[in-house]
T-cell receptor
Framework: GEDVEQSLFLSVREGDSSVINCTYT??????LYWYKQEPGAGLQLLTY?????DMKQDQRLTVLLNKKDKHLSLRIADTQTGDSAIYFC?????????????FGTGTKLQVIP | DAGITQSPRHKVTETGTPVTLRCHQT?????MYWYRQDPGHGLRLIHY???????DKGEVSDGYSVSRSKTEDFLLTLESATSSQTSVYFC??????????FGPGTRLTVL
């Protein structure tokens, strides 16, 4: 079945860039997502990229997609302490009608002041 | 933020008792989902709904039932709670069945 893999932990200094990586197995992925979860809260949709795109930028966030290698990354520029959270990568194979969304197990980002 | 509320936000109950969790949305989205989140397992889909009175099982549906009598409400029932159902439960909604938006979660402890 589909699988989404992420590293468990990343530590960066405040002001540096963070890069969180994700690999997936489903070659028919249509949408790929990044969610952020702060302690005691639900998952907040940060951004998503459609499979026919290579890059998407949204303020401090840059998403890169390498379809050949099935690799997705999230770069956070000028990382702040408020960015400390768990980041989940997710993918879905299609659009319209019910689509199974497969989530990674999350990467915990620690920002050191 | 998507208009999704979950109630209760925290609950402690005893083994063998029935428990109902409620998800309420104000977005008029067609699809609604229940997930559980556990350390080491990530998010796992319990049940989902694709319309009023239309529901289907997810990957971990044993011991859970759901009902959706109105577009805005999706109920998750544990008929007889067990300690293995101690978890954080999240509701999610989707307009088209792909991109999902999550509620704040319910922390359930079964003693």
């Amino acid at each position: 079945g589909e699988d989404v893999e992420q590293s468990l932990f990343l530590s960066v200094r405040e002001g540096d860039s963070s890069v969180i990586n994700c690999t997936y197995t489903d070659s028919s992925s249509t949408y790929l997502y990044w969610y952020k979860q702060e302690p005691g809260a639900g998952l907040q949709l940060l951004t998503y990229i459609f499979s026919n795109m290579d890059m998407k930028q949204d303020q401090r966030l840059t998403v890169l997609l390498n379809k050949k290698d099935k690799h997705l990354s999230l770069r956070i520029a000028d990382t702040q302490t408020g960015d400390s959270a768990i980041y989940f990568c997710a993918e879905t194979p299609g659009s319209g009608g019910y689509q199974k969304v497969t989530f990674g197990t999350g990467t915990k980002l620690q920002v050191i002041p | 933020d998507a208009g999704i509320t979950q109630s209760p936000r925290h609950k402690v109950t005893e083994t063998g008792t029935p428990v109902t969790l409620r998800c309420h949305q104000t977005e008029n989205h067609r699809y609604m989902y229940w997930y559980r989140q556990d350390p080491g397992h990530g998010l796992r889909l319990i049940h989902y709904s694709y319309g009023v009175k239309d529901t289907d099982k997810g990957e971990v549906s044993d011991g859970y039932s759901v009902s959706r009598s109105k577009t805005e409400d999706f109920l998750l029932t544990l008929e007889s709670a067990t300690s293995s159902q101690t978890s954080v439960y999240f509701c999610a909604i989707s307009e088209r069945g792909d991109t999902q938006y999550f509620g704040p979660g319910t922390r359930l402890t079964v003693l």
